[in-house]
Structure formats: structure tokens, C-alpha cells
């Protein structure tokens, strides 16, 4: 996941439009002061984003340094509630433009129901498909929704001062801040993994980031059954960062 999302922001930096969508607040936790690189690379890798959304939001991010776990680079913990699928329809339905977005919400059931494999409490079984309705159980009327796509659906005002997610990068690694001329050796790319964190905090995630085997269903990038994981970053295919990438 990380190789395509790294490829998606260099695309990016060649044919990005203008559109100038969110504004990005970054609240400095440790070691992203105004003047240092750290700062200046969050601020490309917001940019990146701003200019491929049209939502004229606020995102409001805690971005810092501190030590994490072994291998991994940086991790993101997305604000997130639950909000009732009948309101998050009702959104998206008010929110579509564009033909396919019409297409997209007409083919929204006007209930919920779906596979889930999480059991009550949040535990995750991998081998128990229980198929949910939405007469007896909560967690098939509800979603979690990232507040920073509550914010673009108007479902909380969109200059909220809530912060949508707190991005940590490791303290025990080397980045390279300006990958213009490559990466150095020994050293990761700053603004695509910032760039990468970044999506997790608009509500990209994916299936390739849960604990295996986790054969979980479909679902909506950001909008995420109750109790699904978090996103966290691992260094496990570190080459995708060798020099030149
Ligand atoms: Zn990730």
C-alpha cells in the first residue's frame, strides 16, 4: 500500500490542478516547530492533498516525533464517532455533483445490513461470518466516520476545531526532507510518508494494514464498520525508499 500511495503523491506533484480545497492546520507536538523541516514537509504533503479536493474545510492535525514501535515509520490515529448510516446517506445523497456521485448514492440501500466478522466488544473473529441486520443491533445502524470527512459532508461544520488526527513520525529514523534529488541511503522520504499519513487522517485505509488472516468485507474507504482498526505504518518493505524512489 505504501508503494502505491508514494507513487499516487509523485503523480501528483506532476499533474496536481489547483483547486486549493482544504486549509491544513498543523499543531506542532514535538519537533515540528515553525522553521524546521520536519514543519516544511508537512506542509508540502498537505498541499499535495489540497490541491486534488475541492472541499473548502479545515483540518485540523497534531504532527509530532516520538519513539515507536520496531519498524514502523509512522502511524496515524484518526478522530473518529459514529454517526447513523439513515445521516450519513442523507449527506452523501446532498453532497453528489457529479453524474457518477449520482450513481454512487442511488445505489445506497436505504437500510444497512452487511457481513461483519467483528463480534460484540469489538473482537474480531476471522473465521465467523455473521451476517448483520439492522433490527436488533447497533453496530449495524451506525458507522464510524472520520471527523474530517464529517467536515467535508457538512455533517459538523466544516471550520470545526476538532483535531481530525494526531500523524507520528519515528524519532529513531533518518528522513530525507526534500526528496528532489532523491532519497538518501539509510534515510525514508519525509513528504510521501507525511503525504501517506495524511490520507489515513482524510480516511484512506486499507484491508493490506489489518492483522492477518482478516478476511474482512468490502467497505467504504473512511466510513468503517464500529470497532475496525487503526492505521499504522510498518517498515516492512523498506526498499521502497532506497535512493532515487
Ligand atoms: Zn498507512
Known amino acids: 500500500m505504501r508503494n502505491t500511495l508514494l507513487a499516487t503523491a509523485a503523480a501528483l506533484t506532476i499533474s496536481a490542478p489547483a483547486f486549493a480545497g482544504p486549509t491544513f492546520i498543523l499543531n506542532d507536538v514535538g519537533g515540528v516547530g515553525v522553521g524546521t523541516q520536519a514543519r516544511a514537509g508537512f ?60 450513481s454512487a448514492v442511488a445505489s445506497l440501500a436505504p437500510t444497512l445490513s452487511f ?48 483535531v481530525d488526527a494526531s500523524i507520528t513520525f519515528s524519532s529513531a529514523l533518518k528522513w530525507t526532507f526534500d526528496a528532489s534529488q532523491g532519497v538518501a541511503k539509510g534515510t525514508y522520504d519525509f513528504v510521501g510518508i507525511a503525504a501517506h499519513e495524511i490520507g489515513h487522517a482524510l480516511g484512506f485505509v486499507s484491508g493490506s494494514i489489518l492483522p492477518t488472516p ?3 468485507p468490502a467497505r467504504p474507504a473512511s466510513i468503517r464498520p464500529r470497532g475496525a482498526p487503526r492505521s499504522i505504518c510498518s517498515a516492512t518493505t523498506p526498499r521502497a525508499h532506497a535512493t532515487g524512489l
Open 43 to 102: 506542509t508540502a504533503a498537505a498541499a499535495l492533498w489540497s490541491s486534488v479536493f475541492s472541499n473548502k474545510v479545515t483540518i485540523d492535525l497534531n504532527v509530532g516525533f516520538q519513539a515507536l514501535g520496531k519498524g514502523v515509520l509512522g502511524q496515524t490515529g484518526s478522530t473518529s464517532n459514529d454517526v447513523s448510516y439513515t445521516n450519513v446517506r442523507s449527506a452523501l445523497t446532498r453532497d453528489a455533483t457529479s453524474v457518477d456521485d449520482r
Open 115 to 162: 457481513m461483519s466478522n467483528t463480534l460484540s466488544g469489538g473482537v474480531t473473529n476471522a473465521t465467523t461470518h455473521i451476517l448483520e441486520n439492522n433490527q436488533a443491533n447497533r453496530d449495524t445502524q451506525y458507522l464510524s466516520a472520520n471527523t474530517a470527512d464529517q467536515k467535508a459532508l457538512g455533517l459538523i461544520s466544516a471550520q470545526s476545531a476538532t
Open 214 to 216: 482478516t478476511p474482512m
